[in-house]
């Protein structure tokens, strides 16, 4: 096997990490057990037509062609769009589903770009270190801090990651297996690095096979689109017991500038149905209560609807969160003020680092390196 063929394998399904992938030396968090679930909304979710402030006519007004008029409502001024039936019940019900409103970035490090805001979301500000948020909470404690199923690791990013990303489940148990079958053939010292790096991805990715090989696959419980079957592949890795805290997952299309009506609820549909499938399949499971859904986009859009049936880019976004042991049936953070914007666009009322500080002291019951006020969103 040549180098070229061994990077090509590697970059399929790993980035470096330990050789004791499942060794579970989190010792120093109390709540090891707990796992995080990010889902991307990528392209700047319309937090307004998400969760709908259906009583107040300024809304209609900015909005006279995009307005969502059938919403479901779930407190006495906001409605969630009439595409998320499917979670309706987590609110009403099992009251495990909250929402978070006027998350953004603070007035002088906001962006209206897709890449400087999603970069500043993903490394909590830090606009020039490669660490992301996750990675930092989580690379210390835990042999392997996450797997993302996007195209890049976020908030897993960082020049020492542990995490990895996996493109198709199933493939990654099979390029494992011909890894396994495989070795580097150069013996000269300048190939050393390479042979180690070899017989980590080797090691490791043969263990998470293994694990992998042992857990049925109920994709066929889930629905049929992308995003349906990478979350499938997280809950059969949550299932399989490996033990890793956090899991990315990006579901795309939110850009929605031109004709929203047309996209943007059969997005939120998907989201939704597969949320609920997922939710079902943990509590069968009996993982509910250490698993914790969170939602987020770059940004929101802009109040005023354009020329073309949509919306631009914005600021502020309103975040869904789900779990077992998530403070449901009812939204934190400050309800968006129409009549108070900046450029068109919903102001934060909520730094993200809180929501961040949150995950990390109350989920995890780690020391957070972010010194911003909690939101009780969890307990």
């Known amino acids: 096997m040549n180098r070229r063929d061994f990077m090509k394998l590697s970059a399929l399904g790993a980035l470096p990490f330990s050789t004791g992938l499942l060794s579970q030396q989190a010792h120093s968090a109390p709540h090891q057990k707990r796992i995080l679930v990010l889902v991307e909304l990528q392209g700047g979710n319309d937090s307004l037509n998400t969760l709908i402030p259906f009583r107040d006519q300024e809304y209609y007004r900015l909005r006279p062609t995009i307005a969502e008029r059938n919403g479901l409502p779930i407190t006495s001024s906001l409605a969630m769009n009439p595409n998320m039936r499917a979670l309706l019940p987590y609110w009403q019900d099992t009251k495990d589903l909250a929402w978070i409103q006027g998350v953004g970035l603070p007035e002088s490090r906001r962006s209206r770009s897709h890449f400087n ?44 990651t542990n995490s990895i990303r996996i493109d198709n489940i199933n493939n990654f148990i099979r390029d494992n297996q011909l890894m396994e079958n495989t070795r580097v053939q150069h013996h000269n010292d300048a190939m050393s ?31 049929n689109s992308k995003f349906g079957k990478e979350m499938a592949s ?31 609820g059969t997005l ?23 698993i914790m859904v969170m939602t987020y986009s770059e940004f929101g859009r802009q109040v005023k609807e354009n020329g073309n049936q949509g919306t631009d880019h914005g600021e502020a976004s309103a975040y869904l969160v789900m779990g077992g042991r998530v403070r449901g049936g009812r939204v934190f953070g400050t309800n968006p003020d129409l009549r108070n914007l900046h450029n068109n666009a919903l102001r934060h009322t909520l730094d993200i680092r809180s929501v961040y500080s949150t ?10 390196p972010w010194s911003y006020p909690i939101v009780p969103f969890v307990a």
Do not use: C
Request: no cysteine; charged share 15%; hydrophobic share 30%.
């Open 234 to 264: 997280v809950a059969r890795l949550i299932n399989s017991g490996v033990g890793i805290p956090s899991y990315k997952v990006t579901l795309s299309g939110f850009d929605t500038h031109k004709r929203q009506s047309s996209s943007h």
């Open 359 to 368: 995950i990390a002291s109350q989920w995890w019951g780690l020391h957070s």
């Open 193 to 223: 690095y390479l042979r180690d790096t070899e017989r980590k991805v080797i090691s490791s990715s043969h263990t998470l096979g293994q694990y992998l090989q042992h857990t049925p696959d109920e994709s066929r419980n889930f629905p």
């Open 268 to 290: 939120l549909a998907d989201l939704a149905n597969t949320l609920h499938h997922f939710a079902q399949n943990m509590k069968n499971h009996g993982q509910w209560n250490n």
């Open 117 to 160: 805001s999603i970069r500043l979301l993903d490394h909590a500000l830090n606009r020039h270190g490669n660490e992301g948020w996750l990675t930092r909470l989580l690379n210390a404690s835990h042999d392997i801090s996450g797997v993302s199923f996007a195209t890049t690791l976020g908030p897993l990013d960082g020049s020492k």
